[in-house]
C-alpha cells in the first residue's frame, strides 16, 4: 500500500524553531548521514499516541530503521522516512526479489495488489508490524513535530513518519502527531530536498538514518504481534 501523507506544498520556509525542553519520553535518536549530517532526537509522545509509539520503539530497538533513507522530502513542509521494508537501498533488489510474482509479466504482489516492479521503491512499504489504529490529538503540526504517515486509511500508518519543517495545520486532527524534535533542527532543516515535480521524491543518494535508537524507558504499551484484519 502507498503510505503517503496529503501531497501539500506549503510556500513558506521552515522557520527557526527554539529549542522544546524534553518531555517523559521516550525519546528517538537518529543519527544521520547525506546532506544533513548530524544527531536528531524526537521527543516521543507516549501519552497521546501510546500505540505508536510502542511501535516505533519496538522497530527502532529491533534495528529496523537503520539504514533507511529520507525517501520524499518537500521543501516548506516535511521530510518522510521510515520505510523499514522497501527503504534501504543495500537490500531493496534482494527484498523485491523475494517477492510473489504477479500473474502479470514484470510485476509482484504486494498488499493483495499486482504491481509493475518499476513503481516499487521507498515509500510503498511499512514493517513486519500491523498497521496501528489512528490515535488523533489537539497537538498541532508545528515546526518539528513528528507525525505518522498513512494511506487514505485513517488506520494505516505502520513504520512511517515524517518531520515538519514549517507549519502544516491543514493536517491537525487527520494525523497521528508522535512526538517533536527536542535537538537537531538544525540537522533536519538540511536533509536533502526532493524534486517539486516529483511530489518531493528524492531520486538519486537521499540522506539515511545510519543509526536509530531509543533513550528512556516506553511508557506504552507492546504493540500488537497478529497481522492486521484484510
Known amino acids: 500500500m502507498l503510505r503517503k501523507i496529503a501531497a501539500l506544498t506549503l510556500a513558506m520556509a521552515a522557520p527557526a524553531m527554539a529549542q522544546v525542553g524534553d518531555g517523559p519520553g521516550p525519546n528517538l535518536v537518529i543519527e544521520i548521514a547525506g546532506e544533513a549530517n548530524g544527531r536528531v532526537v524526537i521527543d516521543l509522545a507516549a501519552e497521546t499516541a501510546p500505540k505508536h509509539v510502542a511501535q516505533i520503539v519496538a522497530l527502532a530497538k529491533e534495528g529496523a530503521y537503520d539504514g533507511v533513507v529520507f525517501h520524499r522530502v518537500i ?17 531493496l533488489k534482494a527484498t523485491i526479489e523475494a517477492m510473489p510474482k504477479g500473474q ?17 521503491g521507498p515509500g510503498m512499504g511499512g514493517s513486519h508490524l500491523p498497521d496501528i489504529e489512528a490515535e488523533f490529538g489537539p497537538t498541532p503540526f508545528d515546526p518539528g ?36 524534535v527536542i535537538e537537531g533542527m538544525d540537522v533536519v532543516n538540511k536533509i536533502k530536498r526532493g524534486a517539486p515535480e516529483a511530489n518531493g521524491a528524492v531520486a538519486e543518494t537521499p540522506d539515511v538514518m545510519v543509526k536509530v535508537t531509543v533513550e528512556g524507558e516506553a511508557a506504552a504499551a507492546p504493540a500488537e504481534a497478529e497481522a492486521p484484519a484484510q
Not at 521543501?75 to 543495500?90: L, N
Open 75 to 91: 521543501e516548506g513542509f516535511m521530510a518522510q522516512t521510515g520505510d523499514v521494508q522497501f527503504g534501504k537501498p543495500d537490500s
Open 104 to 120: 502479470a509479466e514484470g510485476t509482484v504482489l504486494h498488499d493483495g495488489m499486482e504491481i509493475p516492479l518499476q513503481y516499487i
Open 145 to 180: 513535530v513528528v507525525g505518522m504517515a498513512r494511506s487514505q486509511d485513517p488506520n494505516s500508518a505502520n513504520s512511517q513518519f515524517f518531520i515538519m519543517f514549517a507549519p502544516g495545520y491543514s493536517l491537525n486532527g487527520q494525523y497521528t502527531v508522535v512526538g517533536r
